[in-house]
């Protein structure tokens, strides 16, 4: 299991009970998912879905909502599972464009059927999140997963069109990791505290919540790209590097090193040179500086909740110490 | 212009002209939205959308939907734009797959752009037409959408998956072609028939009327791809042929010729041999008979149709004969 499942469960444990039965009753509805939409999707898709992951979204959704709502949890655990879906959506057409053979120790869609088996799969994928929400009838969480995986859309152009580009600057990396990450978060923040019936203000003040921990949360694995961590094991480090990725890590350490700021990523001829650039990296103090930039945005994030029970509370807090915390 | 245009004119000619207005808010609003989110998006998606094509199924909306709304059709352009946005997103996606350097004889955003943004492109029109479509605030709406536009993956899927297999049977194939383009047009009848404040039995009769004739269609573009025709004007006959896609006018041939019936797809050489292929199919009268299953679906989509004003049904009949008389 990854580093982060401790967190996970201690997560659980504070929201109350009820978050114990909505986790579970997701993995059923996400399996009931996978097979029931076709062979091929109980194959390709159901291995992607089934391959799991933390399931740190659908968590934010539950533990958004506060309470368990009236209809027990119903419109929560279709609001879950379609963010989870979007998720697995983005991360096996990645997958496809990094030509990737693993992801969680397993071999991806794209390694093991091929690029245009995972290029349907992730549509799929796509239009049952879409179809899954949609049964909640409720167009303003519509609206919000589509501005979300929009957004994930748009991170992913930008990255590609600023790949192997020094002059990044970091409101530009800021504004990538919005996009390709925050996004979904917030979303999940805004559909679970819509399904628990919050206030307007109150969604807005979770959205927020979670467009924070999602910053920080790419935050963090741009710094374990260069710094390495055990959840990443089988990935070496400096992976974005050699993508040609441009991320905060290194944007601070140029301003420190005079060698590092003459690097072209492009001259990077291997991974074991990646590794050589990850050290010169950290050698700046850069991923410190990072690390602190996250925390701050974890901060912000608890600062800037609405009034909730004392057990949301926690829980929220223990996802936001979560985001930052992987690589203890 | 394409060999469609006049039918569409005729369509729109004989339902009405708010019909005529419809389609000429449908492009504002494209370009509203192709300009609308983010550079890269009015560069990739902005060039996919306004490269237009026939806008059939936006056109089937509005004629499902029968008189102006009372909204004025601000519901019908929406649910019109999300079924061309779905449209749109597919065919950059089958354009990375197939790596096609020409789309209505445009550059296709993989050409122009690459695999990595031209995947991004299409996950991006998709996002956008739920989006769209969720502005109508009815789940009924997004639900047939989100269904269609799962169709149209698992077409794709099983097109991949029996590329080259000679013992796809005429029910597989039909089954796939009611995935891969039937669909769509199934969703653009009922939703325009939903906006247009049909009954519930009259949305289902409308909705059978356009996936007879997405059948239709697409049995007629694949004898199209054998037969050759002058919207096809740049691509080659036999395009299928080369991609091992086992089409109706093969697999009908097959049962009449021996050397068709021991013919392998990977063994054809090159395009001219593509062609040859093609002429040995056309000689065996398989190409009559594809073109006699689709009109009598044609037929039995007009028989399907419930009962409707002058207008309206007119105009659907000429719909249904459009689709089957893109050869003339």
Redesign the interface.
Same mark, same amino acid.
Not at 133 to 139: F, I, K, S, T, V
């Given at each position: 299991m990854s580093a982060v499942a401790p967190t996970v469960e201690a997560v659980v444990d504070a929201a109350g009970g009820h978050v114990r039965t909505l986790m579970a009753s997701l993995e059923e509805r996400l399996a009931e998912l996978a097979a029931g939409?076709?062979e091929? $999707?109980a194959r390709?898709g159901g291995d992607t879905i089934a391959a799991g992951g933390k399931r740190l979204r659908p968590l934010v959704v539950f533990v958004a909502a506060g309470e368990l709502p009236d209809d027990g949890g119903l419109g929560l655990i279709r609001a879950a599972a379609a963010v989870e879906l979007v998720h697995s959506?983005?991360l096996v057409?990645d997958d =496809?464009?990094d030509a990737a053979d693993l992801r969680r120790g397993r071999p991806t869609v794209v390694a093991s059927a091929?690029?245009?088996?995972a290029?349907?799969?992730?549509?799929?994928l796509?239009?049952?999140a879409?179809?899954e929400?949609?049964?909640?009838?409720?167009?303003d969480e =519509?609206?919000a997963?589509?501005?979300a995986?929009?957004a $994930?859309?748009?991170g992913?152009?930008?990255q590609?069109?600023d790949a192997f580009d020094m002059d990044v600057t970091v409101e530009r990396y800021l504004r990538r990791c919005e996009l390709k990450t925050a996004a979904l978060f917030e979303a999940a923040c805004e559909l679970g505290a819509r399904e628990g019936g919050a206030d307007e203000a109150s969604v807005g003040e979770l959205a927020g919540f979670g467009r924070r921990i999602g910053l920080a949360f790419q935050l963090l694995d741009d710094v374990l790209d260069v710094s390495g961590a055990p959840e990443r094991t089988g990935k070496r480090r400096g992976a974005d590097l050699l993508d040609g990725t441009i991320t905060l890590p290194l944007i601070l350490a140029r301003q420190r090193s005079g060698d590092l700021a003459g690097l072209d990523l492009r001259e990077i001829a291997d991974a074991a040179e990646g590794e050589s650039v990850c050290d010169a990296i950290e050698a700046t103090g850069a991923l410190e500086d990072a690390r602190r930039v996250a925390l701050e945005m974890v901060a912000e994030a608890r600062a800037a909740l609405p009034p909730l029970s004392t057990a949301q509370l926690r829980a929220l807090h223990l996802i936001a110490a979560g985001v930052v915390d992987r690589y203890a």
């Open positions: 939409h076709g091929l $999707l390709h959506a983005t057409h =496809v464009l091929g690029r245009a088996m290029t349907a799969t992730g549509d799929l796509f239009s049952r879409f179809a929400l949609a049964r909640n009838g409720r167009r =519509v609206r997963l589509s501005t995986s929009t $994930l859309a748009r992913e152009l930008l590609r069109t």
